[in-house]
């Protein structure tokens, strides 16, 4: 929990200088000091795992590469700061930080290491009178840095959590400045420069270091130029996927002519804001190929439509589909991916694997079934063991696995999953031998049994039953005479 800090630090960039070549005078032509990145961008906690900072320190050759402070090296650090973890969590003023909601992009903080004391540039150890201010965390411009936020950890935990602080207090939590919408004027070595604040994340930089030039300026070259971190205009991650159950679920098939209801929820992980309508709405076209017809919207070509009007960077959106299964039984799999009407098509595709038919149907095959004797009974002394075995065919529209979420295996029944004397007085499942059968296939299922010592004559009843789905009531028995 942060208590009585000052939650306002300003900033001193220190011995950090940047000449602007004729060079770097074209690449600030594209610098907008009211924007510096995304809201997206700024606040994505899973853009780099801690394997990829290592990776990203290890090529550049950074000392922090070998660094570890505390049994953690610097990247494991950095992405548990990102997280949240350790003094990057706390609440004041009603915004609570925590490991639910995380701080900030690792790459936001791989870039204030490089602003502020060029610790990714560096490939020796700079020494501790550097690391200790790694953040320029709690070190005020004109003043010296305090030592209650000394230290490599302390400066990456203190100031993840400040920047997502700052960016929280930008907007609806009542705070009357660097608020979005805002202007402020900054003093910089070359003059006054107003900036309005046109997202979140512009207000909380300005809050961490207020300087145009060159304190958020060489955090925006950075960011976009000397690492390339800039999102792309368009780009998004899935975060939720469904129906989850019921009709046209993964786990539960649909009817032929029976309606269902598709649904994908998106988070924009691009610059560019989501719009429901309009020329460049947003929508999930079908694809594979693109704009092609499906026979679950009566071989039309359809869109999902977002549920919102508008999806700002980083925020999700959720798109919707209701479809029809067709007539023809089968498992299906549709194909969908993001589109900006009239500008371009986004993404790695997006399945649905639709079954359409009933997976809880089989016949049993005559003949099949093992042992068989001329009584058609099963024979075994006391404490003896056998195999039953026995053969279905697949008349669903499923198929049928013997391993993973949903496996088909015969099981005891009379009542389901009965416990019996055969099988030591526990209840197992008998496994079938294929690992996938299709529809119209035949399936062989095997179970072992040992006779209990009680002699006499046993009536064993099982039914196929597919995990997480139902039990395929077969009226399967087997008579067995323990003699």
């Known amino acids: 929990m942060k208590r009585g800090i000052n939650l306002f630090f300003k900033i001193l960039v220190f011995g950090l200088v940047v000449f602007l070549t004729s060079r770097d005078f074209a690449i600030a032509a594209d610098f907008n000091a009211n924007n510096l990145i995304s809201d997206g961008e700024f606040i994505d906690t899973n853009s780099m795992s801690a394997t990829e900072i290592q990776s990203f320190l290890n090529d550049k050759n950074s000392f922090l590469k070998s660094f570890s402070e505390g049994g953690r090296s610097a990247a494991q650090i950095i992405y548990d700061a990102s997280h949240g973890y350790g003094e990057a969590s706390g609440s004041i003023n009603g915004i609570s930080i925590t490991t639910s909601t995380g701080t900030i992009s690792p790459k936001v903080i791989l870039v204030t290491l490089q602003k502020e004391q060029s610790l990714i540039g560096t490939t020796s150890d700079p020494g501790t009178s550097v690391t ?146 309009g020329s460049n709405a947003a929508h999930i076209g079908m694809s594979n190929a693109r704009d092609r017809a499906s026979v679950f919207t009566n071989n039309t070509n359809q869109r999902m439509v977002m549920d919102e009007t508008s999806v700002a960077s980083g925020s999700t959106g959720t798109f919707r589909l209701d479809i029809t299964a067709p007539s023809q039984i089968g498992v299906y799999y549709e194909y969908y991916d993001l589109v900006i009407e009239g500008d371009r098509w986004i993404g790695s595709s997006m399945v ?121 009531d077969t009226g399967l028995n087997w008579t067995i005479v323990v003699e």
Request: charged share 10%; net charge neutral.
């Open 132 to 277: 200790n201010k790694a953040m320029g965390y709690g070190c005020p411009d004109g003043g010296s840095c305090s030592s209650t936020y000394s230290g490599f950890t302390k400066q990456v935990e203190w100031g993840a959590w400040q920047l997502r602080y700052n960016y929280e207090r930008a907007s609806g939590t009542g705070f009357s400045d660097y608020q979005v919408g805002q202007s402020a004027t900054f003093s910089d070595y070359n003059g006054n420069h107003t900036v309005s604040f046109d997202n979140r994340a512009t207000s909380a930089l300005y809050r961490y270091t207020p300087h145009v030039y060159n304190g958020n300026y060489n955090f925006w070259n950075l960011f976009v130029n000397t690492y390339g971190f800039t999102s792309p205009l368009y780009s998004y991650r899935v975060t939720t996927q469904g129906p989850y159950s019921g009709p046209a679920s993964y786990i539960d098939p649909i009817s032929p002519g029976q309606t269902a209801q598709l649904f994908v929820t998106l988070q924009n992980t691009g610059s560019q804001t989501w719009y429901q309508s």
């Open 352 to 472: 649905w694997r639709i079954t359409v038919g009933n997976p809880l149907s089989a016949r049993y095959v005559a003949g099949g079934q093992e042992p068989y004797t001329a009584d058609s009974k099963v024979h075994l002394s006391p404490g003896g063991s056998a195999t039953l075995t026995v053969r279905f065919v697949n008349t669903s529209g499923a198929n049928w696995y013997n391993s993973g979420t949903s496996p088909i295996n015969l099981g005891s029944s009379g009542p389901h999953d009965r416990i019996n004397s055969f099988t030591n007085n526990v209840n197992i499942r008998g496994n079938m031998r294929e690992w996938g059968v299709a529809n119209g296939q035949t399936g062989i299922f095997d179970i072992t049994i040992t006779a209990p010592s009680q002699t006499g004559a046993y009536n064993e009843r099982y039914d196929l039953v597919v995990d997480k789905v139902g039990w395929i």
